[in-house]
């Protein structure tokens, strides 16, 4: 069967990190839809685990796709640049209530952390769990795509990121988030963290301290941050 693929209209051209992302048409074999142009123009990485930034996004996105994780479908692959499903909706960070979806957050996380692969990990050896799991890498609620109207969770989004390591990276991760909002007080900074982990169930003390220890040394040699804190949300756990 012939592919008749037409690209037209990529407008909004928004620089994020090391890619380009612009929101168009695509057009195959008769069939429009909406979609979003991604280009890549560097080798920009937190861990550093693959220099091939749109291979990796491909590559973990199909990943998603063959177990039923809500993301992108890739429709094309072009020279550095992917043409991927949009997913209409808001980012989490836009919610009216954001507390409300923390149990829907920890489900899809865990969801993704059950990809297990024997791929060469980030930081393993220094935690107590061994299991490897896929790690999105900048797991956060502005990653987040949910419907403006009940909250029901898109997909998830930006995967260029994701490497394989212990989970309790991720989950470290989007801890430091929640705490870096604008909440009233220390003691509903810390409900909020047992209820996102609470939901998650499947991590350890120990192993959260380790990976806010590695994310805080990693920060530090990169010099740069996406929170405004550091990562203290260790402090609100176990006071």
């Not at 991590?203 to 010099?223: F, G, K, M, V």
């Amino acid at each position: 069967m012939k592919l008749l693929i037409k690209v037209k209209m990529f407008i909004e051209k928004e620089k994020i990190n090391d890619s380009f992302v612009s929101v168009g048409e695509w057009t195959c074999d008769g069939y429009t839809q909406k979609a979003v142009k991604k280009e890549y123009t560097g080798k920009f990485s937190w861990w550093n685990t693959e220099d091939d930034l749109c291979k990796r996004e491909k590559e973990v996105l199909n990943l998603c796709y063959d177990h039923y994780i809500l993301a992108p479908l890739v429709l094309f692959e072009g020279d550095n640049y992917l043409i991927l499903e949009w997913i209409d909706g808001c980012n989490a960070n836009l919610y009216q209530n954001q507390r409300k979806l923390l149990p829907r957050i920890a489900t899809i996380l865990r969801k993704i952390h059950s990809i297990r692969n024997t791929h060469i990990a980030v930081y393993s050896p220094q935690f107590s769990d061994a299991k490897i799991s896929l790690l999105h890498g900048d797991f956060h609620n502005q990653n987040i795509m949910v419907s403006p109207e009940n909250g029901e969770i898109r997909g998830i989004i930006d995967f260029e990121e994701a490497c394989y390591g212990n989970r309790h990276l991720d989950i470290a991760h989007y801890c430091q988030y929640l705490i870096d909002q604008p909440f009233k007080d220390s003691s509903e900074k810390k409900e909020i963290l047992l209820e996102f982990l609470d939901a998650y169930e499947d991590y350890t003390i120990d192993d959260l301290q380790t990976a806010s220890r590695i994310l805080e040394q990693r920060n530090e040699y990169l010099n740069t941050s996406h929170f405004t804190t550091t990562f203290t949300f260790m402090n609100y756990l176990i006071s």
